[in-house]
């Protein structure tokens, strides 16, 4: 079955710093989802990839695929408070259902 | 922008209680799922709905069952709730495009405790 591994775990960056989550697939991606979450909260979709190579921004988060389709990452750039949370990334692993699966996820703090 | 509420946002129960959570999403949506989120283990796949009454099985649904008589709305049910079901419930739906990029968006969640 399909696995996604997260790293790092955490991290805690200062605020205006850059920083990138990786993802990390066992088979290949058909689809590739990125989410932050809030404690205690749901998950606000943020950007999805499909093809190899395939890069998305929105405002200072940025989201690659790469080529062979088994990597993803995510680029903050100039982190802000407001970035802190939980980011996990989900992975449609094909077939007819639509079915997700999650990594574990990375805990950013951003510190003022 | 697509809407996804759940009943609850903290609940608390007590051992061989039924549990009822309610979802509702207000886009027409094919696909429903529930999913429980665990420290160390992320978010594991109870049941989803493909259409309505029907369901299948995810990763973990021993404990568990589900109810969908409406598009919108998607019930999952704990009939004799356990101590271990403690965790947090989200809830998603999806347009239900096999093989496109079918995007899941995220309830608030329900933060179950049972004593």
């Known amino acids: 079955s399909q696995e996604l591994e997260q790293s790092p775990q955490s991290l805690i960056v200062q605020e205006g710093k850059n920083l990138t989550i990786n993802c990390t697939s066992s088979k290949t991606l058909y689809g590739l989802y990125w989410y932050k979450q809030k404690y205690g909260e749901g998950l606000i979709f943020l950007m999805m990839l499909q093809k190899g190579g395939e890069e998305k921004s929105h405002e200072k988060i940025t989201a690659k695929l790469d080529e062979k389709k088994q990597q993803s990452s995510l680029h903050i750039t100039a982190s802000q408070p407001s970035h802190a949370g939980i980011y996990l990334c989900?992975?449609?692993?094909?077939?007819?259902?639509?079915?997700?699966?999650f990594g574990t996820g990375t805990l950013l703090a951003v510190q003022p | 922008d697509v809407k996804v509420t759940q009943s609850s946002r903290y609940l608390v129960k007590r051992t061989g209680e039924k549990v009822f959570l309610e979802c509702v999403q207000d886009m027409d949506h094919e696909n429903m799922f529930w999913y429980r989120q665990d420290p160390g283990l992320g978010l594991r796949l109870i049941y989803f709905s493909y259409d309505v009454k029907m369901k299948e099985k995810g990763d973990i649904p021993e404990g568990y069952s589900v109810s969908r008589e409406k598009k919108e709305r998607f019930s999952l049910i704990l009939e004799s709730a356990s101590t271990n079901q403690t965790s947090m419930y989200l809830c998603?739906?999806?347009?239900?495009?096999?093989?496109?990029?079918?995007?899941?968006?995220f309830g608030p969640g329900t933060r179950l405790t049972v004593l």
């Open positions: 998603a739906s999806s347009l239900g495009l096999a093989g496109v990029g079918d995007t899941q968006y």
């Open positions: 989900g992975a449609d692993g094909g077939g007819a259902t639509n079915k997700l699966i």
